[in-house]
């Protein structure tokens, strides 16, 4: 009997024991589940985002490829509109600049012009090297053409390569009523 009680005794200490072993696998199982579900659930978040950013990326791509496209169109009008402006610059007269408005009544309107070709030398891309090479008109008022060119020279002497190249009486008279800058302030 103390046999068949011994027996009964660890039967129960091993079903115990098989109990506790299996709550702690329960357990274990229970805990395995949760994160495989939640592994699961980053993975779809995770799947939708790359989803999401590669749709992102095909419309970036495609912004992308219009703006390229827009902007290729956009450098071939401008290359046409600076054909076109320096098509009527070409065609422009050249402007006639005002040495002085100092005036007396007995002066006559000449036309002096003077040339730099040294601001081509220095800086070819100086945007009036060109000008500067071929020569700015000037209207200047003087009783005679030796005059004029004092003048001009006196104006640009001081700074090195400025020549005076021509000086001519202007053909018609361009302000018959008096000073300068009234008949500027009118037009």
């Known amino acids: 009997m103390t046999l068949n009680f011994l027996i009964i005794l660890v039967i129960i200490a091993l079903?115990?024991?098989?109990?506790?072993v299996l709550l702690s696998l329960e357990a274990i199982v229970g805990q395995s589940r949760t994160r495989v579900k939640a592994a699961r659930e980053s993975i779809a978040k995770l799947e939708a985002?790359?989803?999401?950013?590669q749709r992102d990326?095909?419309?970036a791509n495609k912004e992308t490829d219009d703006l390229l496209n827009e902007?290729?169109?956009?450098r071939k009008k401008q290359a046409e509109v600076q054909q076109k402006l320096a098509e009527e610059q070409a065609k422009r007269k050249p402007r006639l600049l005002i040495l002085s408005d100092r005036r007396n009544p007995?002066?006559?309107?000449?036309?002096?012009v003077v040339a730099n070709t040294q601001i081509g030398?220095?800086?070819?891309?100086?945007?009036?090297?060109?000008?500067?090479a071929r020569?700015?008109?000037y209207l200047v008022w003087a009783e005679t053409d030796r005059d004029a060119a004092e003048r001009a020279v006196r104006r640009f002497s001081a700074r090195p390569g400025y020549a005076v190249r021509?000086?001519?009486?202007?053909?018609?008279?361009l302000y018959p009523s008096g000073r300068p800058a009234a008949a500027l302030k009118t037009s």
């Open 135 to 137: 020569g700015r008109e």
């Open 71 to 74: 902007m290729i169109a956009l």
């Open 121 to 132: 030398e220095v800086d070819a891309s100086h945007p009036l090297a060109q000008e500067w």
């Open 106 to 112: 007995s002066d006559k309107e000449w036309l002096v």
């Open 57 to 59: 990326e095909e419309s």
């Open 49 to 53: 985002s790359m989803k999401r950013f």
């Open 15 to 20: 079903a115990a024991w098989l109990g506790n």
């Open 166 to 173: 021509s000086v001519q009486p202007v053909k018609e008279d």
